[in-house]
């Protein structure tokens, strides 16, 4: 089943970014290139990353240049993180191209590896929730709350599981077809961006 594969993958890069606990730590990705598990790797490490950004960038203190800086870095993530999606989803591409399409195919709400976005950002969740569910500091009182939490993100994980792997399943047999779309983010860019095309004259 490709989600067992892709969840024991997650965790994996989980696992080894906690064991350096820091955003600047260099990945150090086992898989071969040629792997459908290099790019899941490499997916899960920037949303790893980007997670612990997210927390550095909440604290109340934190100085103004610093949070502009880290902002700048997520936004930089969320763009790699968009580059790995499209690059998994030209994996299902390739993989399911000598599929004929069902005559009464339907085109799924999102694609396989949008889909797959949402597997390893609840890989984060679980992982991070089942620590504050053990954290020695708490009260019981959040860790109750918390393995409530905990336990609705893996009923979530059963019902996502199922579901992505009824999609493969349906892209296989032809009942679904497959249509990718260019995210094309506006603010990057300064032809569609009005700041930074100002900030260029």
Known sequence: ??????????????????????????????????????????????????????????????????????????????????????????YFLDLYKEVNPLPNATLNTETPAWAIDRYSILALKIFHMKEETLRADATMEHKQKCQEKLDVLLSQHQDLTLAIEELLEDLQSGKKYMKTYKQMKMYNDTDTNPVLRAAQK
């Open 1 to 90: 089943m490709f989600c067992k594969n892709a969840w024991e993958v997650f965790n994996q890069s989980i696992i080894d970014y906690h064991k350096i606990d820091s955003v600047v730590c260099p990945i150090n990705n086992p898989y071969s290139k040629e792997d459908i598990q290099h790019l899941l790797y490499q997916k899960n490490w920037i949303d790893t990353v980007q997670w612990h950004l997210e927390d550095i960038i909440r604290d109340p203190n934190i100085d103004p240049v610093e949070a502009l800086r880290i902002k700048r870095e997520i936004d930089a993530s969320n763009q790699r993180r968009t580059d790995l999606v499209e690059f998994i989803d030209a």
